[in-house]
């Protein structure tokens, strides 16, 4: 996939697409309570984890699931109040399902795992290609499709690719109420117009802003080694940080 570096003209031209996104899709309101609602959660490492602590303790209804079964989840399960499950069951019934668990595991998911699930689920993707640390070479990512695009063709569901740069103990520690002076802010990528804003009212209600990082093929910008990566700004630095990636991976992140 070919792109070239944007230019200071064309990282100002960026901004300012980001920013009117960001008018379009977020005028200004009072907190918006999502309501309580079934989610499923595959992956209870760091992330997945402490979602599951924060959206129980926002009243939602979680399911749970590993790789190495409910049985492992007994203490989670008694801290949060979340339901252990198999991960074939984690997505039945759900109106949410968060898939976090390291790319190279995403083909190993259980066939079908999301047939249970209701009606338009929004299936989020909080995954990172780390081909030197953890996941070996993933051919396609390497010539450059974007990873979150990757893990959709494996699983046969579009996604929203969200928490993928965020710091786990960030999710517990700096939601704050809406309108508090930099409120750290995430940026949402995907196609789905109505997907993406369900994930940005769910982050809403943890207590951080968003950014509309634009379609599943930009979501390369909030990819690991990308100014956004790791970043804890405010919507503003983000929509900059965004707007100053490039496509181009660096040795770190490349096999």
Not at 10 to 20: F, K, M, N, Q
Not at 70 to 99: F, K, Q, W
Not at 125 to 139: E, L, S, V
Not at 187 to 212: N, S
Request: one cysteine or more.
């Amino acid at each position: 996939m070919a792109h070239t570096e944007l230019d200071r003209s064309g990282i100002a031209d960026r901004t300012a697409e980001l920013v009117e996104r960001q008018n379009h899709f977020c005028p200004l309101s009072r907190y918006r309570k999502v309501g309580s609602m079934k989610i499923g959660i595959i992956g209870a490492g760091n992330i997945g984890g402490n979602l599951t602590r924060r959206l129980t303790a926002l009243g939602h209804d979680v399911s749970v699931a590993n790789s190495r079964g409910p049985e492992t989840l007994t203490a989670l399960a008694e801290e949060t109040g979340a339901t252990p499950v198999a991960a074939s069951e984690a997505a039945r019934d759900a109106r949410v399902v968060i898939v976090t668990v390291p790319l190279k595991a995403v083909p190993d998911l259980p066939a079908g795992f999301l047939d249970g699930a209701a009606d338009g689920v929004t299936v989020i993707d909080t995954g990172n290609y780390y081909p030197q640390q953890r996941d070996g070479r993933i051919a396609a990512i390497e010539d450059g499709l974007p990873e979150s695009r990757w893990t959709e063709q494996q699983i046969g569901h579009p996604v929203i690719k969200a928490f993928n740069g965020t710091y786990a103990q960030d999710i517990l520690d700096r939601g704050r109420p809406q309108g508090t002076p930099g409120r750290q802010a995430l940026p949402v990528a995907g196609d789905d117009p109505a997907a993406k804003q369900a994930v940005r009212d769910l982050i809403d209600e943890l207590g951080f802003d968003t950014v509309d990082a634009g379609g599943l093929d930009d979501s390369w910008r909030q990819q690991p080694g990308t100014p956004v990566y790791g970043n804890q700004g405010d919507a503003d630095a983000i929509v900059k940080a965004l707007a100053e990636a490039s496509p181009e991976r660096t040795a770190e992140w490349r096999a």
